[in-house]
Every structure is written in structure tokens, then in C-alpha cells.
């Protein structure tokens, strides 16, 4: 079992525990965070993943995440990445996230280790570090997730969904289907705008290959 670990959430986690601490203890908290995870999961190798420096998602919406600007970063964020990229093999996203990475990785033979509730549209092995829960995730549950955010957008990461719809009313009209295809025409049907919708789906899709953009499909399909 290979442990697909959410590198970014480690940094900031184990950064701001140490805020009034050198630098080492930080890392140190990071080393640990890790060994607990690889035992937990009982996993041979591990891969982590780091967001780099570019995202497609900001040429695509330039406002994608700007709820977050201004917000203090812990103090020993960066050092801690830099520590897990040299002393842990930890990898770099190019044009994307950690998050897009990871969904990559999955296999039937990896677990998914962060707490970030995004990746719950990736079927598969999943464990929260924080709850220290094994779950797992199957494709139309997945597909599912999706959707739901589709309608509900994500306050988090400053994406909208359809006014008016929050978790409740999004549960209610996707319970009128069963399969992806129906999900996604109920989905569609609440989009006044097809731009806006394929603006929406391609910054909440988590990718499953690379350079996995998601795309509305054709009006006649």
C-alpha cells in the first residue's frame, strides 16, 4: 500500500503548532505527523505532494481563492514545504494543485491521507489524519460529491454554485437521480449560464489523469 499524503496540509498543520518555536521543532512535528500516518495506513512507500507555484484555475478564474488573501500564513509554512521537498522526496505540482496530484496517484493499491474534504471525489482508500479515520470512497460516490458541489459551490476556495441552493436543497435534487449522467443533467438545469458552469466544474474537478481539465458537454449530447 502506497500513502498518497497531502503535503500541504501536513506544512500548515505542523507549522502552526510552532509559531513561537525554532524552526526545527517544526519540522521535526512534520517528520512525526508522517511516520503516524505511514503506520496508520500500515503502508510501504509513501508519495507526497505539494501544490508549486502555478494553477490553471487562476487564468481560468482569477478570483478562484481570493477569500484567502490577506489571511496570516503560519509563520514556518514555507521552511516546512522546502524541509518535506528535500528530506522527504516530497513533489511539486506544475499547473495544478496537490490536491489533482493525488487524485493521479490513485490506484486500487493507494490511500489518499489528508483532511481536505475535496478529494472525497476521488474513489478509492482514504484516511483523515485529524479524525485518524480508514474510509473509502466508491465512483458514484464520488461523482456524487461532485456534483453537490457544482450547486453548493465551496465558500473555501471563493466559488460560487447556483444562488440560492445550499447543502439541503442540493442533496434534495440530486436524490432525483441515481447515475453521473442524471446528476449531471439535474446540474445543468440549474445553470442559467453554460460558461459559468464550465468555469465552476473546472475549478472544483479534482483530476483523475493529467491535465484532466473537466469540460461541459455539447448541448446536443
Not at 479524525?131 to 464520488?142: A, M, N, P, R, S
Not at 468555469?199 to 489523469?209: A, D, P, T, V
Request: glycine share 6%.
Amino acid at each position: 500500500m502506497r500513502a498518497l499524503i497531502d503535503g500541504d496540509i501536513v506544512a500548515i498543520r505542523t507549522a502552526a503548532t510552532a509559531e513561537n518555536e525554532e524552526l526545527w521543532i517544526a519540522t521535526s512535528r512534520a517528520s512525526s505527523l508522517i511516520d503516524e500516518i505511514i503506520t496508520a495506513v500500515k503502508a510501504d512507500s509513501v508519495e507526497i505532494w505539494l501544490s508549486g507555484d502555478t494553477n490553471f484555475r487562476y487564468r481560468v478564474y482569477p478570483e478562484y481563492k481570493a477569500s484567502r488573501l490577506g489571511m496570516k500564513r503560519p509563520k514556518w509554512e514555507k521552511e516546512v514545504k522546502q524541509y518535506l521537498s528535500t528530506d522527504w522526496n516530497a513533489n511539486w505540482s506544475v499547473d495544478c494543485e496537490a490536491d489533482d496530484m493525488l487524485g493521479v496517484g490513485s490506484t486500487e493499491d493507494t490511500i489518499i491521507c489528508t483532511i481536505d474534504k475535496d478529494l472525497n471525489q476521488i474513489p478509492g482508500l482514504h484516511y483523515n489524519f485529524v479524525k485518524k479515520e480508514i474510509y473509502e470512497v466508491d465512483y458514484l460516490e464520488g461523482m456524487r460529491f461532485f456534483y453537490q458541489q457544482m450547486l453548493t459551490g465551496d465558500t473555501v476556495d471563493n466559488i460560487k454554485g447556483v444562488s440560492g441552493i445550499g447543502a439541503k436543497k442540493a442533496e434534495k435534487l440530486l436524490s432525483q437521480g441515481e447515475t453521473e449522467e442524471e446528476w449531471y443533467d439535474i446540474v445543468r438545469d440549474q445553470y442559467s449560464c453554460n460558461e459559468e458552469m464550465e468555469l465552476n466544474g473546472q475549478c472544483l474537478w479534482i483530476w483523475r489523469k493529467l491535465n484532466d481539465i473537466w469540460k461541459l458537454k455539447s448541448i446536443e449530447s
